[in-house]
């Protein structure tokens, strides 16, 4: 499982300045960052994992966002032309994405897996601004500025208005 000591670890090789904060108590989930933090949620992202079924094969897609405005099951439907599109399933967050399930973060996910990223997210934060993210540990978070988590997320950006378009 991915956790802040990999996370910290690939950001040194990269030469990435950042921060792992340990946190006052634990998580439950992404959606407590802004609470447990005491920061506004549209600092905070979060990596919301969707089981897409596309001409009957189901796989998992992973949605990176700001916590403030999470991905909705029937957008990316739209989006991707689904059949279906449900939250997937903990044992499928855990088994696609290396994380625990609840606490994905978007650095170190896998090559095999669909990344998407919500345009709003990247047109609404100034690249400068620090955002905090899951480790995939209860305690810790990942503090780094918006341009690096940009660079280093190789993810598609999509329009998730439900405009229909994509970057």
């Known amino acids: 499982m991915q956790d802040a000591l990999a996370i910290h ?5 990269q030469q990435i300045h950042h921060e792992i ?3 006052p108590r634990v998580l439950t989930c992404f959606d407590d960052l802004p609470k447990v933090l ?8 979060g990596v919301t994992v969707f089981e897409v079924t596309i001409r009957s094969v189901r796989e998992p897609v992973a949605v990176i966002g700001s916590v403030a405005k999470p991905p909705k099951a029937a957008t990316v439907t739209a989006l991707l032309g689904a059949q279906r599109v449900r939250l997937a399933s903990a044992f499928l967050v855990n088994s696609a994405t290396d ?6 973060g978007p650095l170190l996910l896998p090559d095999r897996l669909t990344v998407l ?3 709003r ?3 609404d934060t100034d690249p400068d601004d620090l955002v905090y993210t899951a480790t995939g540990e209860r305690s810790t978070v990942l503090r780094l500025r918006a341009i690096h988590l940009f660079a280093l997320v190789d993810a598609k950006p999509v329009d998730l208005t439900g405009n229909g378009r994509t970057g």
């Open 9 to 13: 670890r690939r950001l040194l090789a």
């Open 21 to 23: 904060v340990r946190l």
């Open 38 to 45: 005491g920061v506004s949620a549209r600092d905070c992202v």
């Open 99 to 104: 994380y625990a399930s609840g606490l994905v």
């Open 117 to 119: 990223i919500d345009q």
């Open 121 to 123: 997210l990247i047109d």
